[in-house]
């Protein structure tokens, strides 16, 4: 399997998940099935470099949040690999050892709109942008530009807001925006929510068995 139209799809969606809520759920089921993906792996931080001041909820409740979610999901599911080095790691590092470890299968990196917004600030920006495909989930309402990144980087951009059909990736590595998912949730204003009332009422935001974690070990208290 060398040629690179026989590679399975296989995507990565790093961050603190904390808590995962039904957003994030939304966005691996829906970018499955948009571009057809063969796999997609949640991939829980160890400590987000670019936010040093934001410490997260311990990489074990996180995981363990997320792996009660994708219990029964065929083609999701939890990557420990940055939580199995037990420090704060660049994407660019954790994508050059994905490579190593699938070299023949075609990798999709996924970013919210926020981290696009923000790219410049992370470590080696440009070549992690340039070192496999990505997918930049854009919330409602919210903008994004292309203007902050460079030439090279722009030449990768292939802008799908607006489509909502099964997607051929394209045969060379691209940068696809999409809008496809729909949702306008914080894990920030859920921990910030939980922390000012003794009764937990973000369960339309999370899975229910997310909650009754969450309720269990009395996080974000």
């Keep these: 399997m060398t040629e690179r139209n026989q ?63 994708t219990n029964d999901e065929s083609k999701i599911s939890v990557s420990t690999l940055e939580l199995d080095h037990a420090k704060s790691r660049y994407s660019f590092d954790t994508l050059t050892e994905l490579k190593t470890m699938y070299p023949h299968d075609r990798i999709f990196f996924v970013m919210g709109a ?28 919210y903008e994004v530009s292309f203007s902050h990144v460079t030439e090279a980087v ?22 696809y925006f999409t809008d496809a998912v729909h949702f306008d949730i914080s894990a920030t204003e859920i921990r910030e929510d939980i922390r000012e009332d003794d009764a937990f009422d973000r369960t339309d935001d999370v899975p229910d068995v997310v909650a009754k974690y969450i309720e269990k070990y009395e996080l974000y208290r």
């Design 154 to 175: 722009q030449n990768r951009i292939v802008d799908l807001r607006g489509e909502t059909g099964n997607i051929s990736a394209m045969k060379d590595p691209k940068i």
């Design 7 to 69: 590679a399975r799809k296989i995507a990565f969606f790093g961050g603190t998940f904390d808590p995962v809520h039904i957003g994030h759920l939304s966005i691996a089921k829906t970018l499955v099935s948009l571009f057809d993906l063969q796999s997609f792996h949640f991939l829980p931080a160890f400590h987000a470099p670019h936010k040093p001041n934001s410490k997260p909820t311990s990489g074990y409740h996180r995981f363990a949040m997320l792996s009660l979610v």
């Design 114 to 141: 926020d981290s696009w917004m923000d790219i410049k600030t992370w470590h080696r920006w440009e070549e992690v942008l340039l070192l496999t495909d990505h997918i930049v989930v854009s919330r409602p309402g």
